[in-house]
């Protein structure tokens, strides 16, 4: 009796040890796997941008609305349109956003390889800048204007200098490649030169006039509604230039990039737009298939 009393106090002992080892196995494991769920459901979205619109996602990227989505983004700084296009085809980001309606279709028509916008951001007046003269009513004849060298905002930047009375354009003009050659009134005698439109600012001091785009013009420390002498009006835009958030054709179903819109127009966010860029970014809320597609 005394062997068979000390064997069953034996299992009981062994039986005790393997629920005890289980029950911590269980414990330790199950915090790794929701650790994993955790990890597994944030996603890394590569946003590259532009100047102020860099420093618009990087807010984003810190908003409690991105941790709600699920999406860690990581924004980068990309000198240039073409660039940051070009970098959206190769893939080396997700998305893009600093670019309008307009530009993107000029960047597909020359590209064999396609971006798609995915949602609407805003609209930003583009700006006729003068360190010599106050008004369009005081550029003399003969002066020079500089326009950005790119076809959207060439022909943009035309559109603006006929709706300032300072030339007219033929009647068949075209919004996405037309030049100054399609001028055919300019009383003043007005000379044109073509620049890098990210030069606009630095160059102010050394020409009559340059048209500048309201994002460059920020990086330069312009506000387009205080320090230019005539300036579209963000009321009046069209289609073409709308900004937009952009993606590789064929990825413009992904749900992390289609949450990157919904982020855009986050109260919180348009609250710091506001704030920050005081009214240059004016909000468009609108959905991608009325301004794109058939």
């Known amino acids: 009796m005394k062997n068979k009393k000390v064997g069953y106090g034996l299992l009981l002992l062994a039986s005790i040890a393997v629920i005890s ?9 199950t915090p790794e796997k929701e650790s994993d769920v955790s990890e597994q459901s944030v996603e890394k979205v590569i946003v590259g941008s532009v100047g102020s619109d860099a420093d618009i996602w990087n807010f984003i990227a810190k908003t409690e609305a991105a941790k709600e989505a699920g999406l860690a983004i990581e924004v980068k700084n990309i000198t240039g349109g073409p660039i940051t296009n070009a970098a959206t085809v190769d893939g080396d980001i997700d998305a893009n956003a600093f670019q309008s309606i307009g530009y993107l279709e000029s960047f597909n028509e020359s590209s064999p390889d396609k971006l798609v916008p995915i949602a609407t951001t805003y609209v930003e007046p583009l700006g006729i800048y003068s360190e ?21 905002n060439t022909t943009r930047g035309l559109r603006l200098l006929e709706t300032a009375g300072l030339i007219k354009l033929k009647e068949d003009f075209d919004d ?17 030169t073509l620049i890098d439109d990210l ?3 630095r160059i102010l001091p050394d020409v009559d006039v340059v048209l500048i785009s309201n994002t460059i013009a920020l990086e330069g420390g312009l506000n387009v509604l205080k320090d230019s002498i005539f300036h579209e009006e963000a009321n009046t835009a069209i289609r073409t230039t ?53």
């Open 132 to 152: 010599k003269f106050a008004s369009v009513e005081e550029i003399p004849n003969g002066a020079t204007i500089a326009l950005a060298d790119n076809p959207s």
């Open 21 to 29: 080892g289980c029950g911590k196995t269980s414990s330790a494991e």
């Open 176 to 192: 996405g490649i037309g030049t100054p050659d399609d001028i055919i009134e300019n009383p003043k005698s007005l000379k044109f």
């Open 242 to 294: 709308i900004n937009v958030i952009v993606v590789k054709e064929g990825r413009e179903n992904e749900t992390a990039l289609q949450r990157l819109g919904e982020l855009y127009h986050s109260p919180e966010a348009q609250k710091y737009f506001e704030e920050t860029f005081e009214g240059t970014k004016v909000e468009v809320d609108q959905p991608i298939s009325e301004i794109w597609g058939e």
């Open 199 to 201: 030069t606009g600012p």
